[in-house]
């Protein structure tokens, strides 16, 4: 742990980029949510109940934090990588202390999560009916899993881009293009086989996914997570700053 500790300080310096931007931008999409429900509801006069089914099937959360921690996360290990060397960082201490800040910036972001929501909950949807925050791809059961659910996505979120990341430190742009290109074509397969496995039961978040139990969706997710960060310590590991 000691070993990491540097690695730890060198990446969370800039408190704005990590804790900072994470909790803004997760009270900034679900407020943002908030609002464009108020205009419907308020504005457009749409009816109430027409406005909460929308809003809970509304991924802004997912998409906006997740893309924002994505970046930060490849910017982490392409600008780091060569101060953390230089200083003496191994490349273990980089690479695994880096993913450790992963792994506490999505747990503040399930946190932040997790707190609006269960506002939320107590105050009946802003006292408005309208749920900017208890969506479906987080909630639709209890607080735990929504918190679970957040964790995992934002946590791979940034694995990805830091993979990502690596694979452009290693072989440049053209080698980031393939792996891009590939992972598209490796996601659609795997939705596709989805669809087809269980047509229309794809969006079933609480039985899981294509009708598999819940549990072993998410056992199967964190399992893709060590994966991923397995990976990313292979490709890093004979990294060279150039």
Known sequence: MSRLAPVLKLNTVNRFAGAGMVVTVVTVSGMLSLLAGLVL?????????????????NQVLLWWPGIALLVHAAQVVGTSTPLALALGATRRSMWWGSVLVFVLLALLAAAVLTVFLLLERATGGWFLGLPAFDTAIFAGGSPARAALVAFLLYLGAQLVGAVFATVYVRGGPVALTLSIIGTVVTTLAVLVWVAASAPGSAAALGTGAAGFPEGLVLLLAAAALVLLALLGWGLYRRISVR
């Open 41 to 57: 509801h308020v504005v457009l006069d749409a009816p109430a109940g027409a406005v909460a089914e929308g809003l809970r099937h």
